[in-house]
């Protein structure tokens, strides 16, 4: 593969987009692991682009980001971090180093540069400090030139329990139940960057053990997991997620996570798995738990295969948790206390009669926001006799989540507004990311 070229861009630009950065990088705690740097850089041009790129991703790291987009405009190359879910915009390179900026970004993670055209995903692996990383590089053509977005994997084991995430002991202690069962389908779901892989991978750390065999299906593998063998999707090489499912049943499996449930074939293999004896985790796009078995229902698969196999469904989000910093109490109005209540119970939550709800004024420590990390909301529904009856006399959502809420279920929305009476998140924020408000 051809070396990254520095020719549309001078020195003094690179320079100038350095100072831009919010850190660069000291060569004794940042570098880029992958071999396919040993032949670069050459020029003094390739050298300083080398600084530029790594000082975009080490300052990624160091402000905590999940993803770097790199956008051209017609004037400018964007930078913006995802932090905490939210975009920030931190730089305007100079136009002229937008391509050499993705060029370098190809080239690191292996990715054709002769193909502007052309989508592309790909990775590569960094260290900072005494912790590697994955960077999962994807590259699409836009009006103006590439675009670039990298997202940041932890690239070793280092998950946080199922508490720090934020779920409360009695959604653990259903969850855990579920994982538990010698067979059944456990469904996570959640829109994109709910956290639904974290929330397996949390999961089955607490079940893996010598005497259970784990597999997981992945596209791509996020994270090493110890005590378990992860098998990554392979497309091209016809290794499908529905394929490597059909494989597995060959290989004595115990448990299954699949990374992804997206279609009828996947969702039958998922079904079909779990009535055979195993126990399947899978993930799913779905605003609600009970709206999940809706949604398995619109794809095609049967009440009755339904029925038979799924044992729980937990929904999740992240919430951003207010600033510990620059905390201070917040007072809602009385009318909306009031409805807050009521959204509370009708969720399966009794709001304390002295809420501790708190906001961030914005501070230096939360880049003014207000909000510095972030903490799961979640709704855990186990299923049961009564809700296997409305599977079957294919009940709509609505009818579903009552059900659940009437045998203990707390839905999103009451999750929300517990963590908010607690001072975790704002009131703004628990609303924000639960759509039934």
């Known amino acids: 593969m051809a070396h990254p070229s520095a020719a549309a861009v001078s020195i003094p630009d690179i320079e100038a ?6 850190t660069v990088p000291g060569e004794d705690e940042f570098e880029i692991l992958d071999p396919v ?16 790129f790594m000082a975009l991703v080490h300052g990624a790291l160091a402000a905590g980001a999940s993803d ?20 920030h915009e931190v730089a305007r390179l100079p136009r002229a180093a937008h391509k050499a900026v993705v060029t370098c970004c190809q080239y690191y993670a292996e990715i054709p540069v002769d193909q502007p055209l052309v989508n592309h995903a790909s990775l590569f692996r960094v260290r900072r400090g005494d912790r590697n990383y994955h ?11 590439q675009i670039v977005v990298m997202r940041i994997l932890a690239g070793e084991y280092d998950l946080p329990g199922l508490e720090r995430i934020g779920m409360m002991p009695d959604d653990r202690e259903r969850y855990l139940r579920a994982l538990r069962a010698p067979t059944g389908l456990l469904l996570v779901t959640g829109p994109t960057g ?9 999961g089955l750390g607490q079940i893996v053990s010598p005497e259970i065999k784990t597999y997981t299906i992945e596209d791509p593998i996020e994270m090493a997991l110890p005590g378990m063998i992860q098998i990554p999707v392979n ?3 016809g290794m499908t997620f529905e394929n490597n499912l059909r494989a597995l049943m060959q290989h004595d499996p115990d448990v299954i996570m699949v990374g992804t449930t997206d279609s009828l074939a996947m969702a039958e293999g998922c079904v079909q798995a779990a009535i055979s004896g ?45 600033c510990s910093q620059c905390a201070e109490p917040e007072e809602p109005p009385f009318g909306l206390l009031s409805q807050l209540a009521e959204r509370a119970r009708a969720g399966g939550y009794t709001l304390p009669d002295n809420p501790k709800f708190m906001r961030g004024r914005g501070c230096d420590n939360c880049r003014g926001t207000g909000y510095r990390g972030r903490t799961g909301l979640f709704e855990v529904m186990e299923l049961d006799h009564d809700l296997y009856r409305l599977i079957m006399e294919r009940a709509p959502a ?3 989540q009552e059900a659940a809420v009437k045998k203990g279920m707390t839905t999103l929305a009451a999750d929300g507004l517990r963590k908010a009476a607690e001072g975790v998140t704002s009131v703004a924020e628990a609303a924000r990311v639960t759509t039934e408000w």
């Open 37 to 52: 740097l040993e032949h670069y850089p050459n020029t003094e041009e390739e050298k300083a682009l080398q600084r530029l």
């Open 398 to 400: 609505k009818a579903i």
């Open 68 to 87: 770097v987009h790199v956008d051209p405009t017609s004037e400018a190359s964007v930078i913006r971090f995802r932090i905490d879910g939210v975009l």
């Open 135 to 145: 960077v999962r590089v994807a590259t699409m053509a836009s009006m103006y030139g």
């Open 194 to 202: 709910s956290g639904k892989t974290t929330i397996l991978y949390a």
């Open 235 to 237: 497309r091209k090489g």
């Open 17 to 22: 987009a350095l100072k831009k950065l919010p």
């Open 278 to 322: 195993h126990l399947v985790a899978t993930t799913l796009h779905s605003s609600t738990a009970a709206g999940a078995i809706a949604r398995m229902l619109e794809m095609g698969l049967e009440p009755l295969m339904l029925a038979e196999s799924m044992i729980c469904v937990v929904n999740s989000r992240l919430a951003r948790k207010v």
